[in-house]
């Protein structure tokens, strides 16, 4: 069984590498990537990056899609820091930014008591700046104070989203 998990992993790893030579659909490519990301991977962080990146470049807001890339953001199932930011980042591309759920999620990546890692942190910030609903601003909002966000650069950055317009007229 952990042999099929390594070839596929392989497999979608020559095609990152070498680019695809047959047009295949969005939900194909999905799948393969999914042996990239899936849990067990042996793919390395770089190679993990390269494939939440080209998920967001996709531009789809499929339950798969988004389904990865939250897994990828979520400190208890990725030990690399660069991968949940990484994904982190792409939440905003995967997501449907008119669905209030999504960044209910979201606002648990951007939660210092749950992700340890400040850089996380501001590109789940970045991503919920997006989101046109009160609650992602308000988690953006509520980063600039000193009493939620123990970290410096994290405020700094809530405050700069802030100075440019987050997308919610709610606050």
Do not use: W
């Amino acid at each position: 069984m952990a042999a099929k998990g390594v070839v596929g992993c392989l497999l979608c790893l020559a095609s990152l590498v070498a680019g695809a030579d047959q047009p295949r659909t969005v939900n194909e490519r999905l799948v393969e990537l999914s042996a990239i990301l899936g849990s067990g991977s042996p793919a390395g962080p770089a190679i993990r990056v390269q494939a939440i990146r080209e998920i967001a470049a996709m531009g789809t807001t499929s339950g798969l899609a988004s389904g990865m890339i939250f897994d990828r953001a979520n400190f208890r199932f990725e030990p690399s820091a660069e991968v949940r930011e990484a994904a982190a980042l792409a939440l905003r591309h995967v997501c449907d930014l008119r669905n209030r759920m999504f960044a209910l999620r979201i606002r648990r990546v951007a939660d210092a008591t749950l992700e340890p890692e400040p850089k996380v942190r501001i590109a789940a910030l970045r991503s919920l700046a997006a989101f046109p609903c009160a609650d992602a601003a308000a988690t953006v909002l509520e980063a600039c104070d000193a009493g939620k966000e123990p970290d410096e650069s994290v405020r700094e950055a809530a405050r700069e989203l802030v100075r440019k317009g987050l997308a919610s007229s709610a606050y």
